[in-house]
Nanobody
Framework: QPQLVESGGGLVQPGGSLRLSCAAS????????VHWFRQAPGKEREGVSC????????DYSDSVKGRFTISRDSAKNTVYLQMNSLKPEDTAVYYC??????????????????WGKGTLVTVSP
């Protein structure tokens, strides 16, 4: 059964780093565009980053550009989100999603083929 599982979330101080993982099972993740979304309490889910299948080109929201890096390891069927210089406003549940359609900044969160259940990132002193 196809499944995405996020991991790597936790509590970190401002300025710190975390690496999130999105591991797929039951399907080949490299055949899909992969997105990271996040949802803070009381806010709508927003796109953070995505990575294309094939050439692996990436896109980022303005709020994380220059601080976050998305990458994929096809051998491990996993996509990563390296988050540096974390800020309190990065606090959210982070979700990954696999998408056969596209990767671009601002891509709406509907129409994804598979979703993970999320991992909580808390940035606090």
């Amino acid at each position: 059964q196809p499944q995405l599982v996020e991991s790597g979330g936790g509590l970190v101080q401002p300025g710190g780093s975390l690496r999130l993982s999105c591991a797929a099972s039951g399907f080949t993740l490299s055949w899909y565009y992969v997105h990271w979304f996040r949802q803070a309490p009381g806010k709508e889910r927003e796109g953070v980053s995505c990575i294309s299948k094939g050439n692996g080109s990436a896109d980022y929201s303005d709020s994380v550009k220059g601080r976050f890096t998305i990458s994929r390891d096809s051998a491990k069927n996993t996509v990563y989100l390296q988050m540096n210089s974390l800020k309190p406003e990065d606090t959210a549940v982070y979700y990954c999603a696999a998408d056969i359609h596209s990767c671009y900044s601002g891509r709406p969160n509907y129409g994804m083929n598979y979703w993970g259940k999320g991992t909580l990132v808390t940035v606090s002193p």
